[in-house]
């Protein structure tokens, strides 16, 4: 029962700090950014809008290297060496504190893709639409030049709609964004035991800045590059899409499939560079 209580401890701890805070009232402010226009848009022609805008937000290239900039930040104190953690590694020993850590990197993950949905849908306040259905609002954005009228910061494709349905479409976002934001997150954490810290936020970083690349080559070249780029990967409204003949954004089974392994193996190399790594005690940020 005491891992789940230290576990609990440490989540807890991580989400109610001053780094969190920055985070989530970044997110939310480029979120309403986002959303503020589709406001716009239910209150001229009277529909409110369906509370799914979410996916097509973070499919959008700029929203996902802001947004990706804020977790880069986020964890850029791995490997979390402030000296209240020196007594938590004393009491629980190396390995079992790393366990922690990384269960702890993948419930912020998961909060942190959760906060963004939320808001999303608070941004719409009073004109959202509490529905299974994307609405009459974001089939009009779809179908017309509506989006474009009315300045939408994001694109709403048709086939993605006729692909998803709305809450399969966000409930997958939320998935595969979890997933490469623990990715980052591990892969930060194991950078800076194998390296220094430095490095962890150049890697994290360059895998930010990828996104444009892959949006801006040839998409013949960009099919393939994208299999190596998970912050592509966000942009689930593109899945089974074709550009110019190729798809842009890897297979659903192949993207799980790759995030899976990715966190396996960067969860092995911290828990054996753990044992061995000396300790850099830093004041509490």
Sequence with gaps: MYPV?????VLLGKIFRPRTYVLLVLLGF?????????VAFSQ???YKAAPWAFPFIVSNIYFIFLFMLGIVYYFSDVPFMQYYNMYQVIRTGR???????IAAIMGQSFFIMAFGFLASVLCLGAHCELTLGWGKLLHTSALTNAA???GFLFSVPYEAMQRFEPLELAALTICIGSLVI???GLLMFAASLVFNRNVAVFLAAAMATAVYFVENIHPLIAQ?????????????TNIATKVH??????????????LAVGILVLCMIILWKVKRVEFQWNKED
């Excluded at 209580?5 to 401890?9: D, E, I, L, N, S």
């Design 5 to 9: 209580k230290y576990f609990k401890q």
């Design 30 to 38: 480029v979120t309403y950014l986002y959303v503020k226009p589709v």
């Design 44 to 46: 001229e022609v009277h």
């Design 95 to 101: 390995r079992n504190w790393a366990i922690v850590q």
């Design 148 to 150: 474009e009228h009315y």
């Design 182 to 184: 623990c990715f980052v």
């Design 224 to 236: 393939k590059v994208s299999m190596f780029v998970p912050v592509s990967w966000m942009r689930t």
């Design 245 to 258: 003949g190729s798809y842009v954004v890897p297979p659903v089974g192949y993207m799980l499939t790759a």
